[in-house]
């Protein structure tokens, strides 16, 4: 593993345990070069997922673009990191289990949806306004009263 330090090609593992969701294992490592620590993440990926997005162009899944969408969308809202994980995990293991080799960008921005729906209103709108391209005041009015008349149902 390489360091984010000094770029080392080598570290050692100190402490490996599993998330608290068990959906990874937390690496604490060691760089042989300049001895700084560090920590790591290893997920199990099953297959290799194709994203197709709206223009017909394709990319490799990468779950980082969830949890950083998410996170700015939860952005101090006080929702743990924890939490967002688990977000996310969910999401990809959704993907995951589609068993297709590719995927609609549409389809994982709906799962990622549903999961903020439930996570979080505030967040569920903010990521909706990007998602769904909010171009005028009267977008977040009208989504927000669909949100707060689907919370009194």
């Known amino acids: ?20 969701d068990n959906t990874a294992i937390r690496r604490r ?5 300049c001895g700084a620590r ?5 997920r199990v990926q ?18 980082r673009k969830i949890e950083q969408s998410v996170t ?3 952005r101090k809202r006080g ?29 994982i921005g709906e799962m990622v949806m549903d999961g903020l729906r439930q996570l979080d209103a505030v967040a569920y709108i903010r990521f909706a306004s ?7 005041a009267r977008d977040f009015e009208e989504f927000a009263s669909s949100v707060r008349d689907a919370v009194k149902h």
């Open 1 to 20: 593993m390489r360091c984010p330090f000094c770029a080392f090609d080598d570290s050692q593992v100190k402490d490996s345990r599993p998330t608290e």
């Open 29 to 33: 490592r060691q760089c042989e070069g």
């Open 38 to 42: 560090f920590t790591t993440f290893e």
């Open 46 to 63: 099953l297959r290799d997922i194709t994203v197709v997005k709206s223009d017909d162009g394709r990319e490799p899944f990468d779950r």
């Open 72 to 74: 700015l969308a939860c």
């Open 79 to 107: 929702i743990s990191q924890e939490r967002i994980d688990q977000l996310v995990s969910g999401v990809q293991r959704q993907v995951e289990t589609l068993g297709e080799g590719e995927v609609a960008s549409r389809a």
């Open 130 to 136: 990007v998602y769904r391209d909010f171009t005028e």
